[in-house]
């Protein structure tokens, strides 16, 4: 007679898991919300940076007076004031509302992080509007005078009467561009996390980094004179040579992989 093997004691069913995925739509409804809460917090922004408009835009203006004696502003269209005084508030609008930007796409992608991960999130953002407006501070202090300097005394057969459209252009254009890369380090940092790249790349790659600062800033600078996109250059280095350490610290670990 062969003996049967006693029957296996009934295991416990196991947890369900609290994680869930969304489903398409309930991405795109969650995409829908963030960026309806990113538009308020814009508008909110550009109402109040509106409210103290004339003083943004003397504010934008002290360099170019102080470059210059001769310095002057027109407008030669009806509605170039009041497109000027939108950019401006604009401009401000979004200074004042990226940490909610920041804060929103960060919790957009929240759901691909782990538990530990979400705490970064308030720092992310914190630190990403910091840097942020420490780039719109650099840009209106250490590189718009040199560029404004070179631009409206290079030659003496013309004084500097410009159209006030053509001036808050560029000015806006070089506090907004030179903000945005000032987030070097945290865009760094999140593909470092995600593992997109990792230190040694990074570190392998500095000669390209190098040449992508002139290049950003050269783009960035209104001005062709190679002090002043030097100047910009030069914190942009800075600020990938953090992002590598930044990427060391945060990205993931043999052990993490395991």
Not at 99 to 109: E, M, S, Y
Not at 153 to 161: H, I, K, W
Not at 222 to 239: E, G, K, N, R
């Amino acid at each position: 007679m062969t003996r049967t093997a006693p029957p296996e004691p009934p295991q416990a069913p196991e947890p369900p898991s609290e994680e869930r995925y969304l489903t398409l739509s309930e991405h795109l409804q969650e995409l829908r919300r963030r960026v309806t809460i990113c538009f308020v917090a814009v508008v909110v922004g550009v109402i109040i940076a509106a409210y103290f408009g004339n003083d943004l835009i003397e504010f934008l203006k002290q360099p170019g007076e102080d470059a210059s004696p001769e310095f002057r502003l027109v407008f030669l269209e009806p509605f170039e004031n009041f497109v000027v005084y939108f950019r401006v508030s604009l401009l401000g609008g979004l200074t004042l509302a990226m940490p909610v930007i920041v804060w929103q796409v960060l919790g957009f992608l929240s759901p691909g992080l782990h538990g530990n991960e979400r705490r970064w999130l308030w720092g992310t953002a914190i630190g990403a509007a910091g840097l942020f407006v420490t780039g719109v501070l650099f840009a209106y202090y250490v590189a718009l005078p040199p560029a404004l300097d070179f631009l409206l005394n290079f030659g003496d057969y013309a004084e500097p009467t410009i159209r006030i459209g053509s001036y808050m252009d560029f000015v806006t254009r070089l506090l907004f561009w030179t903000g945005i890369s000032f987030e070097m380090p945290i865009i760094v940092m999140y593909l470092a996390r995600f593992r997109v790249v990792n230190s040694k790349q990074l570190i392998h790659w500095w000669r390209l980094a190098l040449v992508g600062a002139f290049v950003i800033a050269a783009i960035v600078t209104p001005s062709i004179d190679p002090v002043t996109q030097a100047l910009v250059a030069a914190p942009i280095v800075v600020l990938y040579i953090i992002g590598i350490g930044l990427a060391f610290l945060v990205q993931p670990r043999q052990d993490d992989q395991a």
